[in-house]
């Protein structure tokens, strides 16, 4: 099956620095991903799609200046998380989504702001 | 505005009892999906459902979906500790079937 990575798994960071994640489809072609979020005990929230070549879409209430997604290939998506403060701690999934309906989810990355 | 309505929000079962959660989601919708997650990990993908009417087994976990009644349930038979997760059901945000609206998850403890 379609494999997507994240990169890294887990990173600690000092608050007002900025956090680089990187969601990788291994082994096919994602002109889609989306990234999602999660805190402890919830659900996943989407943050925003990201789209190959073109400008994310951000939902409602997710500020673009602060998580700056690029999509430069049609195999990586990446997540910067600008100015980081302690309430950005969380889990962050990104997936892609595949040929037909399936969508493949990242391992996550579990971001940690003191 | 799409939601999806997950319940219970809890589940404690004995092993080897049978019990159902539900899913209900607010407008039109042409795929929903299952996952499992454990404690500290990502989403493992169970079931995708497409069509009204669809079934689909795996082991102890059957899912189906009513899109006439916006209904999707995800049905566990026979208990075992193994099947102890959070588990998800997420719909598909618009007709292109791309970005996923989650519910709250049912977290479920099986025990002996």
């Known amino acids: 099956g379609a494999v997507v990575s994240q990169h890294p798994s887990r990173v600690i960071c000092k608050s007002g620095t900025s956090v680089k994640i990187e969601c990788r489809s291994l082994d096919f072609q994602a002109t889609t991903m989306f990234w999602y979020r999660q805190f402890p005990k919830q659900s996943l929230m989407l943050m925003a799609t990201s789209n190959e070549g073109s400008k994310a879409t951000y939902e409602q209430g997710v500020e673009k200046d602060k998580f700056l997604i690029n999509h430069a290939s049609l195999t990586l998506s990446t997540l910067t998380v600008t100015s980081a403060h302690p309430e950005d701690s969380s889990f962050y999934i990104c997936?892609?989504?595949?040929?037909?309906?399936?969508?493949?989810f990242g391992p996550g990355t579990r971001l940690t702001v003191t | 505005e799409l939601k999806v309505e997950q319940n219970p929000l809890f589940l404690s079962m004995q092993e080897g009892k049978n019990y159902t959660i539900y899913c209900n989601y607010s407008?039109?919708?042409?795929?929903l999906y299952w996952y499992r997650q454990d404690p500290g990990k990502s989403l493992e993908s169970l079931f995708v459902?497409?069509?009204?009417?669809a079934v689909k087994q795996e082991g102890r976990l059957m899912a189906s979906l009513d899109t006439k009644a916006r209904l999707s349930t995800l049905h566990i038979t026979a208990a075992v500790h193994d099947l102890s997760a959070t588990y998800f059901c997420?719909?598909?945000?618009?007709?292109?079937?791309?970005?996923?609206?989650f519910g709250k998850g049912t977290t479920l403890s099986v025990s002996s």
């Open positions: 407008t039109t919708s042409d795929r």
């Open positions: 459902l497409l069509s009204n009417g």
């Open positions: 997936s892609a989504r595949g040929t037909y309906a399936e969508q493949y």
């Open positions: 997420a719909v598909a945000a618009n007709q292109a079937g791309t970005a996923l609206i």
